[in-house]
């Protein structure tokens, strides 16, 4: 393909949850987009795969996420009727820990700002509401009653297919090689894309790749973490229907600075959950994709301290990969020399759920350099040094909040 007669006002580089979120609102707008994956949407090489992802409105991570998720939450229901059929499937999500634990703390400080339905619960309202939890004494509870979960795939693919719709001309198992000019101080000139199987130029640029970022934006030095995590689905040994949908949330659980886990009811794949240590730094052009022995000896001893009926026949297991940042807070910005450049994820584990928000924040930046959403927090200079005048004035508009 000639990049003399192949020109697109916009290219989207990785196509999973935040890529394809970009591309579908990019292309209903009515921008000319191309997009690129390394793999073939949906896989099990990055990291949005596993059937399914919480979702959650009291969020603990700060309250300012709060109306982004909201936005999230009405996208979902406008992609579910799109693609005919429900994305999001409402279970309550449950915080659990120890009382002024970070996690609690920050459920109760989103759900005091912005006036979010809670139940407080300790540890006997624990024990008699949700047999399966071994509740402690010291143990309590916060049940968030919209919370719930997202099924993976289908939300995948109906972004995809609906930025297809639209025009968008995407390319599975097409890595991007390099892109040109990579002169820092060249703002202006389009971006020409190499692959293995062409050469293609685009106005603007959006880069969503999750793992592979840092090496699309070298220069930046984005002080990126790339982790290994297991998912893991088991078959309950006992009282199973204490872990039906109904009976349990979607839930959290920080027993300890280093050692949270998060899960799921059953939805007829068995109890699924993933234990976040330990955290082993990978690269993501190969690491080792198969669960092994330590993998699983960790979780059932996990298991015999939270849920002790649950450690009977492991169905499945599956790796994924966490790209995470210093603070834990998400990369949403344009590039800090490159007005024409827009950077997104890594969102250190927690991202998912705001794929299609965080597309629409994409689509505004590329378009017109701002966004009602507020993405103060996302900001690329908490990173990267100020690399003059220039930086403040690009990256500046991504701050650009509601009614300004």
Same mark, same amino acid.
């Given at each position: 393909m000639s990049a003399s007669t192949n020109r697109y006002d916009v290219a989207?580089?990785?196509?999973?949850?935040?890529?394809?979120?970009?591309?579908?609102?990019?292309?209903?707008?009515?921008?000319?987009?191309?997009?690129?994956?390394?793999?073939?949407?949906?896989?099990?090489?990055?990291?949005?795969?596993? !059937?399914?992802?919480?979702?959650?409105?009291?969020?603990y991570e700060g309250p300012s996420y709060v109306p982004f998720v909201r936005r999230a939450y009405e996208l979902w229901d406008e992609l579910s009727e799109l693609v005919g059929q429900p994305l999001f499937r409402q279970t309550g999500s449950l915080t659990l820990g120890t009382d002024g634990s970070l996690q @609690?703390?920050?459920?109760?400080?989103?759900?005091?700002?912005?006036?979010?339905?809670?139940?407080?619960?300790?540890?006997?309202?624990?024990?008699?509401? =949700? $047999?399966? @939890?071994?509740?402690?004494?010291?143990?309590?509870?916060?049940?968030?009653?919209?919370?719930?979960?997202?099924?993976?795939? /289908?939300?995948?693919?109906?972004?995809?297919?609906?930025?297809?719709?639209? &025009?968008?001309?995407?390319?599975?198992?097409? $890595?991007?090689?390099?892109?040109?000019?990579q002169d820092m101080d060249d703002v202006e000139s389009p971006i020409v894309i190499n692959t293995a199987k062409g050469t293609y130029e685009a106005e603007r640029m959006v880069v969503t790749a999750g793992a592979w970022n840092a090496g699309l934006v070298g220069k930046l030095n984005l002080p990126l973490l790339v982790t290994r995590q297991v998912m893991f689905w088991f078959e309950p040994r006992a009282n199973p229907e204490a872990f039906e949908v109904g009976a349990l949330p979607f839930w959290m659980w920080e027993r300890g600075p280093q050692d949270f886990a998060y899960g799921f009811p059953n939805v007829g794949k068995g109890f699924k959950l993933g234990h976040h240590q330990p955290l082993d730094?990978?690269?993501?052009?190969? =690491?080792?994709?198969?669960?092994?022995?330590?993998?699983?000896?960790?979780? %059932?001893?996990?298991?015999?301290?939270?849920?002790? !009926?649950?450690? &009977?026949?492991?169905?499945?297991?599956?790796?994924?990969? =966490?790209? +995470?940042? /210093?603070?834990?807070?998400?990369? @949403? !910005?344009?590039? /800090?020399?490159?007005?024409?450049?827009?950077?997104?994820?890594?969102?250190?584990?927690?991202?998912?759920?705001?794929?299609?928000? @965080? &597309?629409?924040?994409?689509?505004?930046? +590329?378009? =017109? %350099?701002?966004?009602?959403?507020?993405?103060?927090?996302?900001?690329?200079?908490?990173?990267?040094?100020?690399?003059?005048e220039q930086a403040s004035q690009t990256s500046q508009p991504s701050q650009t909040a509601a009614g300004d």
């Open positions: 989207v580089v990785g196509l999973g949850a935040m890529g394809s979120a970009a591309a579908w609102h990019l292309a209903r707008r009515g921008e000319r987009v191309i997009g690129f994956d390394r793999f073939h949407p949906p896989h099990m090489m990055g990291s949005t795969h596993g !059937d399914t992802r919480g979702i959650r409105e009291a969020y @609690i703390n920050g459920v109760l400080a989103s759900a005091r700002e912005h006036d979010i339905p809670i139940d407080y619960m300790d540890g006997a309202e624990l024990k008699q509401r =949700y $047999p399966a @939890i071994l509740a402690t004494d010291d143990l309590v509870g916060i049940l968030e009653h919209r919370g719930g979960m997202i099924e993976i795939e /289908p939300a995948l693919k109906g972004q995809l297919d609906q930025a297809a719709k639209h &025009g968008a001309e995407l390319h599975f198992d097409e $890595p991007v090689e390099r892109w040109l000019p730094e990978v690269d993501p052009n190969g =690491y080792n994709q198969e669960m092994t022995a330590e993998d699983e000896a960790n979780v %059932r001893q996990w298991l015999e301290r939270t849920f002790p !009926d649950v450690g &009977g026949k492991l169905l499945r297991a599956e790796t994924c990969m =966490y790209t +995470s940042t /210093p603070d834990a807070h998400f990369l @949403i !910005d344009i590039h /800090p020399k490159r007005p024409n450049i827009v950077l997104a994820s890594p969102c250190s584990g927690h991202g998912f759920k705001f794929s299609p928000a @965080i &597309g629409e924040a994409l689509a505004d930046l +590329s378009m =017109y %350099r701002k966004t009602e959403h507020d993405l103060g927090l996302f900001r690329v200079d908490r990173f990267v040094e100020r690399l003059g």
